[in-house]
Structures are given as structure tokens and as C-alpha cells.
């Protein structure tokens, strides 16, 4: 018979263990964060803004973009534009198409009830050669304004 003792005890133990396991599977992620939209509206002139902070400059990055929406969003992608500045001044940007649907046209992501989660690398094995703070601006690029659907738009940043 298991003492209520020992009982808490090993609940403790179990609690800790959980930590740690969780712990250690994010200890690759540098950056997350998402912007929520009104309404689920994404309009083409709302520019969604993250600022990074990169102080390992030895490392590999990837990137990716994650986007929550609803079961009746219509497309079977995004058309974003991802544009970013370094702490010295350079500039990039790029344009890419997040495919949300495989061939049979049912959404990728994690669903749940009618709530989707997709994420996509969208840059493989970055380096970033300068300590400091990235600068990141997402904006739509879909003909049709406002995008509806979309619930929220985010940026993960993860050591490779």
C-alpha cells in the first residue's frame, strides 16, 4: 500500500519530469510570437511587425510563419511578403505563397473543430551575421482585401 506520502512525492517527481521534457523540447526556439485580427480580417494595409533578437550569431536558423484560420477560409494558400532589416541597415524581402491544402484540397495543419494551424519554414539554415535586433514585416499579398479567415499571423524563429 502507497503511503499519501509517497504519493505526493511521486507527483512532485512526475510534475519536475514534465518540466524538464518540456523544457528541453523548446530550448530551440529563440522567437515566437503571434498577431491576432479583428473580426478574422486581415486587411492589406495592416503590416504585421516582429522584432527578433539574435545574440547567437554562430548558429542556424529556421524560420517560419504560422497562420491560424477558420475551416471556411477559401483559399488554398497566402500570398505574404516578408520583409526584414539587420541591425546594421541591410534590407531583404521576398515573396512566398503558404500552401495550407494538400492534393486531395483538405488543410495540412492541426485542425480542431473548425480552427486550422499552419506552419510553414519559409527560410531554411539562416545565419544571421550581426548580434542584435531583426527587424520582420509581413504583409498580404492576395488580390482580394480583407483576407477573411485568418485568425492570427505569427513568426517562429528556431535554432537548427
Not at 492534393?103 to 473543430?113: A, Q, W
Not at 499552419?118 to 483576407?147: L, R
Request: hydrophobic share 35%.
Amino acid at each position: 500500500m502507497v503511503s499519501k506520502r509517497n504519493s505526493g512525492t511521486m507527483k512532485n517527481i512526475l510534475l519536475i519530469l514534465l518540466a524538464i521534457i518540456l523544457y528541453s523540447c523548446n530550448k530551440n526556439k529563440v522567437f515566437e510570437k503571434n498577431q491576432k485580427f479583428d473580426n478574422y480580417d486581415w486587411n492589406m494595409d495592416q503590416v504585421v511587425k516582429f522584432d527578433v533578437p539574435i545574440e547567437d550569431t554562430a548558429s542556424a536558423y529556421n524560420i517560419s510563419i504560422l497562420v491560424r484560420h477558420t475551416d471556411n477560409y477559401p483559399f488554398d494558400g497566402l500570398l505574404i511578403n516578408l520583409s526584414y532589416s539587420t541591425p546594421n541597415g541591410e534590407e531583404h524581402t521576398k515573396n512566398y505563397k503558404l500552401n495550407f491544402r494538400d492534393e486531395e484540397g483538405k488543410f495540412k495543419g492541426d485542425g480542431s473543430g473548425d480552427i486550422w494551424d499552419e506552419s510553414e519554414i519559409i527560410m531554411k539554415s539562416t545565419k544571421f551575421n550581426t548580434k542584435g535586433t531583426y527587424k520582420f514585416e509581413i504583409t498580404s499579398n492576395m488580390p482580394k482585401t480583407p483576407v477573411q479567415g485568418i485568425m492570427e499571423l505569427g513568426l517562429l524563429v528556431e535554432k537548427n
